[in-house]
């Protein structure tokens, strides 16, 4: 089993940056792939980011490419996510998960944080 808690989110101004964290307990991430997905009121848990086990492969959605960073440091068993540029359509919770094999879809993910709130708003 393993444990995800993030960090990070709150209220920021549009064209503002916030840096998510994903901390991880249990066991090591290091053989995981990460995610990063949201979900805003309302609608279905979208996708955002993901990474592969040793960080050398990244994709991100349309929505945010140029704009996220996702990575990861499997020394300290964390996951980041910088955004930058944001937008109000960012507001959301963000969740990291963690799974075994590279994918956009939220149902290929075994495990989940409890989300953090951001808000992006003047």
């Known amino acids: 089993q393993v444990q995800l808690v993030e960090s990070g989110g709150g209220l920021v101004q549009p064209g503002g940056s916030l840096r998510l964290s994903c901390a991880a307990s249990?066991?090591?991430?290091?053989?995981?792939?990460m995610g990063w997905f949201r979900q805003a009121p309302g609608k279905e848990r979208d996708f955002v980011a993901v990474i592969s086990s040793a960080g050398g492969h990244t994709s991100y959605a349309d929505s945010v490419k140029g704009r996220f960073t996702v990575s990861r440091d499997n020394a300290k068993n964390t996951v980041y996510l910088q955004m930058n540029s944001l937008k109000p359509e960012d507001t959301a919770v963000y969740y990291c998960a963690a799974a075994n094999v590279y994918s956009f879809r939220p149902d290929r993910y075994n495990y989940w944080g409890q989300g953090t709130q951001v808000t992006v708003s003047s």
């Open positions: 249990g066991r090591a991430l290091s053989r995981d792939v």
